[in-house]
T-cell receptor
Framework: RKEVEQDPGPFNVPEGATVAFNCTYS??????FFWYRQDCRKEPKLLMS???SGNEDGRFTAQLNRASQYISLLIRDSKLSDSATYLC???????????FGTGTRLKVLA | DVKVTQSSRYLVKRTGEKVFLECVQD?????MFWYRQDPGLGLRLIYF???????EKGDIPEGYSVSREKKERFSLILESASTNQTSMYLC????????FGPGTRLTVT
């Protein structure tokens, strides 16, 4: 079983739609969680950290479910510019190491 | 804003050549990282450094070495490049959240 798993997609959604991605992780000792966004042939860019209480940044909401070992990303009112690959990242307790999922591809259609 | 720069965006080398990839960060981070990214495999950690002259192997260190002589600079070295090292190489720095450089697309022919 992979340490971090994501549905590769693509998720094709119309502009204005709400879309959600989940990411499961296998190590229950994982302590830190992040979502990154990666555009085609560009570097990953930090979208948001994921806190235990959940957090929101504009149209983006991230949630953590420790009991079921998954994190989620919700995007409301999708824009064409949201089209990208979204990478889930998990770190293990006491390490600097990031473990990346292979990403979920989102296409927002006009 | 955090800035991480990499020495080249594109590089073409021949099999057997020694290749140096350099990364510089301007945020005084203790930790720096080298990854490679390949289609279907995602990002994989090659090496990381948590202090000057300190390094640790990541998940795929074979065929690579690193050097960190100054805090802001972390170099990745391919001692003898091979075609299976053709990839996108990404440097990152950060003490909690990681910030990536623009990447170097290396082709070994």
């Amino acid at each position: 079983r992979k340490e971090v798993e994501q549905d590769p997609g693509p998720f094709n959604v119309p502009e204005g739609a709400t879309v959600a991605f989940n990411c499961t992780y296998s190590n229950s000792a994982s302590q830190s969680f992040f979502w990154y966004r990666q555009d085609c042939r560009k570097e990953p860019k930090l979208l948001m950290s994921v806190y235990s209480s959940g957090n929101e940044d504009g149209r983006f909401t991230a949630q953590l479910n420790r009991a079921s070992q998954y994190i989620s990303l919700l995007i409301r009112d999708s824009k064409l510019s949201d089209s990208a690959t979204y990478l889930c990242v998990v770190t293990a307790s006491g390490t600097y190491k990031y473990i990346f999922g292979t990403g979920t591809r989102l296409k927002v259609l006009a | 804003d955090v800035k991480v720069t990499q020495s080249s965006r594109y590089l073409v080398k021949r099999t057997g050549e020694k290749v140096f990839l350099e990364c510089v960060q301007d945020m005084d981070h203790e930790n720096m990282f080298w990854y490679r990214q390949d289609p279907g495999l995602g990002l994989r950690l090659i090496y990381f450094s948590y202090d000057v002259k300190m390094k640790e192997k990541g998940d795929i260190p074979e065929g690579y070495s690193v050097s960190r002589e100054k805090k802001e600079r972390f170099s990745l070295i391919l001692e003898s490049a091979s075609t299976n090292q053709t990839s996108m190489y990404l440097c990152a720095s950060g003490d909690y959240e990681q910030y990536f450089g623009p990447g170097t697309r290396l082709t070994v022919t």
